[in-house]
């Protein structure tokens, strides 16, 4: 199965500032089939990107996804208070679907 | 908007069977493929398994001789059954809508906390 490694494991940042985060696969994988989730204590988890750069229904333009192959980015241009959560990147090229550890966003 | 609600018991004993319940609310339940994805503690999200809307099931290999996933169409409901539990089976469970076209959960759940203890 394919491994998503996802860094850093917690990213320690202010209200404003540009937060970029990395997920990275054991192989390769279908930028198709390459999305990210954010989730906040007791709130259902959220789609923020699938397609590996496509936006959601409703998800602010601060928010955006890059990359191809084994190296993915997911990036918060400005951070606003409510981006303080935890990210997972996921992937469904290749059964069975995997997710990454999460990476914690967390006020500076 | 579309919104899933898992319901269930807290706490099952060990060698017993785990039953869990999503009400979806804002959309057939007929038109759509359907997931549970779990998080013990400590550790990742995995995604034990989804349904389509043709009732076709797919399962997370480690997991597939336990788990039975079904839909009750007239309560616009579907069900997790996973069988003979044990302590690595504590987790919390989220129910989500899965679009295999995409291959995301594009709506899920706020979770549910289970615990297998005696």
């Known amino acids: 199965e394919i491994v998503l490694t996802q860094s850093p494991g917690t990213l320690s940042l202010s209200p404003g500032e540009r937060a970029t985060l990395s997920c990275r696969a054991s192989q390769s994988v279908s930028s198709s089939y390459l999305a990210w989730y954010q989730r906040k204590p007791g709130q259902a988890p959220r789609l923020l990107i699938y397609g590996a750069s496509s936006r959601a229904t409703g998800i602010p333009d601060r928010f955006s996804g890059s990359g191809s192959g084994t190296d993915f980015t997911l990036t918060i241009s400005r951070l606003a208070p409510e981006d303080f959560a935890v990210y997972y990147c996921q992937q469904y090229g290749s059964s069975p679907l995997t997710f990454g550890q999460g990476t914690r966003l967390e006020i500076k | 908007q579309v919104q899933l609600q898992e319901s269930g018991p807290g706490l099952v004993k060990p060698s017993e069977t785990l039953s869990l319940t999503c009400t979806v609310s804002?959309?057939?339940?007929?038109?759509?493929?359907w997931s549970w994805i779990r998080q013990p503690p400590g550790k990742g999200l995995g995604c034990i398994g989804y349904?389509?809307?043709?009732?076709?099931?797919n399962f997370n290999p480690s997991l597939k001789t336990r788990v039975t996933i079904s839909v009750d169409t007239s309560k616009n409901q579907f069900s997790l059954k996973l069988t003979s539990v044990t302590a690595a089976d504590t987790a919390l469970y989220y129910c989500?809508?899965?679009?295999?076209?995409?291959?995301?959960?594009?709506?899920w759940g706020r979770g549910t906390m289970v615990t297998v203890s005696s």
């Open positions: 989500a809508r899965w679009l295999p076209e995409l291959g995301v959960f594009d709506i």
């Open positions: 804002g959309a057939s339940i007929n038109f759509y493929s």
């Open positions: 349904i389509s809307e043709s009732g076709t099931t």
